[in-house]
């Protein structure tokens, strides 16, 4: 290395040889534009034939395939690369046919966004940084709590997910009632038996681990029974605990079911207890005319978590959390230090530094809000519809075919099985039938059980899945029952 003791012509020198290389990071507007087109041609020709290509295929990539290679390589090779080795298997999250788990989105404009973002690289995580990056993502925050009927002061976060949403979320009840190691044992939090485990992740990533955990009974579509919700809490109140957290979910991943919301969030108010609400898979379902009612009450809640990466149909690494009360978002994610001196003026927006654990982060607004501009509202609730009438659809294919399936959903994740005389060999069957359509591909389906009964999911939220990926997927159904 080069550096001190050396006069200036030798250090003139070595910086022409070190430019002469490190130049390939910008690239010519030729190559640019080369780069680009390929691009762009991979993923129109993606894009244009998704809908013929299965859903899901078994298979890895070739070991080693993926491994660095320091020399560096050619754009066209790598894209082969890419589609050999990385498109080809697992789920497909992009495609119609993925009916499985919660599916994702991955509108194109959002990418469009996302290209925005990188070649621009705005500092999201401070206003001081770029004041315009930080408004964006606030407007959108506004614009979320508008729909979701949050005051105006309310403080919000674009995170990379529902998870670090909801760590983000509970993190900030803790600090509001200030669990701290001696309250630990005896605080108490009400949750669903079929919250999501991101949400039990959390309560031990934030240090309540040894909290008292209640499971509240369900009613027999899945939804908290909010009467017992309450007596729970008064047992636990008697006995001298310390009851401060309870979580409803709007849309459960397993079954997408709508927790009575106001009622929650009633018991909640009288007793004094911070309300969360995990709306990731289910949130902006509230913008389709016919749900609203379902999510009364939304608006108690003291946090709201929701995935634009799923309701919203955006790609990957795009959730949301809504909190109410300030000081107990700031408390555990404020800062203050000397190289960032800079940066402190009362007088500037709160920065999204200073409410999530994240400093620097992806200006992931972007590939929101450019969508939202280009195509407006409209699409994305027609699409919302959509779906509910595409799992209503299902359902009645599903029933002229002599399955049986699971009751009206509270939205668009419902279940079906083919039914047996006894219960142990009516879940041999239903595997087996699973196993079929795994091995089939062309929809992508998941199982869950049900009480101890093994079922099929259907889970109807990309934005690609339109009437003929139903018929295709009845099409497979019947095909592997043929099979059995
Ligand atoms: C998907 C999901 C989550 C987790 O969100 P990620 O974006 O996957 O981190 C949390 N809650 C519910 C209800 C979900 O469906």
């Known amino acids: 290395m080069i550096q001190n003791h050396h006069s200036i012509d030798q250090l003139v020198e070595r910086l022409q040889q070190l430019e002469q290389v490190s130049e390939a990071l910008e690239p010519s507007p030729e190559k640019r534009e080369q780069y680009l087109g390929q691009l762009s041609h991979y993923a129109h020709d993606f894009i244009d034939h998704l809908h013929e290509r299965i859903s899901f295929k078994k298979g890895h990539p070739t070991p080693g395939s993926l491994a660095i290679n320091e020399e560096g390589q050619s754009f066209e090779q790598l894209l082969a690369t890419y589609a050999q080795e990385v498109e080809q298997y697992g789920i497909k999250p992009a495609s119609g046919g993925h009916l499985g ?23 999201a995580g401070i206003y001081f940084g770029s004041p315009g990056a930080v408004t964006l993502e606030e407007e959108l925050l506004h614009w979320m709590k508008k729909v979701f009927d949050f005051p105006k002061e309310a403080m919000g976060n674009l995170t990379s997910g529902g998870s670090i949403a909801n760590l983000i979320a509970l993190t900030a009840a803790r600090d509001k009632y200030k669990i701290k190691s001696a309250r630990i044992p005896n605080s108490v939090i009400y949750l669903s038996p079929q919250v999501h485990h991101c949400v039990t992740k959390a309560i031990r990533i934030i240090g309540l681990e040894d909290v008292q955990i209640r499971y509240v009974n369900l009613d027999e579509r899945f939804r908290i029974d909010a009467q017992h919700l309450e007596t729970l809490i008064e047992a636990d109140k008697t006995a001298g605990l310390n009851p401060f957290l309870v979580i409803a979910s709007a849309g459960t991943t397993d079954t997408g079911a709508v927790d009575p919301l106001e009622a929650i969030g009633n018991i909640a108010q009288k007793h004094k207890l911070w309300y969360h609400i995990d709306g990731a898979y289910g949130g902006f379902f509230i913008l389709v005319d016919e749900k609203k009612p379902m999510f009364k009450g939304v608006e108690m809640a003291d946090s709201l978590v929701i995935d634009p990466h799923k309701s919203l149909f955006l790609p990957y690494g795009t959730g949301a959390v809504l909190i109410k009360d300030k000081e107990a978002l700031m408390h555990s994610n404020h800062y203050t230090a000397n190289y960032m001196q800079d940066t402190i003026n009362d007088t500037v927006p709160i920065s999204p ?31 919302l519809e959509e779906k509910l009438v595409l799992t209503s659809y299902f359902r009645q294919r599903l029933v002229e075919e002599g399955f049986q399936i699971g009751p009206a959903p509270d939205l668009s994740v419902s279940y079906f099985w083919l039914p047996a005389n006894d219960l142990e060999t009516q879940n041999k069957l239903n595997q087996q039938l699973m196993e079929a359509i795994h091995e089939d591909g062309s929809v992508f389906l998941s199982s869950t059980s049900l009480d101890g009964k093994f079922v099929i999911r259907m889970a109807i939220l990309a934005f690609r899945t339109k009437q003929r990926t139903i018929d295709k997927a009845m099409e497979m159904i019947l095909r592997a029952k043929r099979e059995l």
């Open 101 to 123: 788990y919660i599916p994702g989105g991955g509108i194109y404009a959002s990418s469009l966004g996302d290209y925005l973002a990188d070649v621009t690289n705005e500092y």
């Open 353 to 383: 530094a200073e409410v999530s654990p994240e400093l620097t982060k992806h200006f992931r607004g972007l590939r929101m809000w450019l969508p939202l501009q280009l195509h407006g509202l409209a699409p994305f609730v027609a699409c």
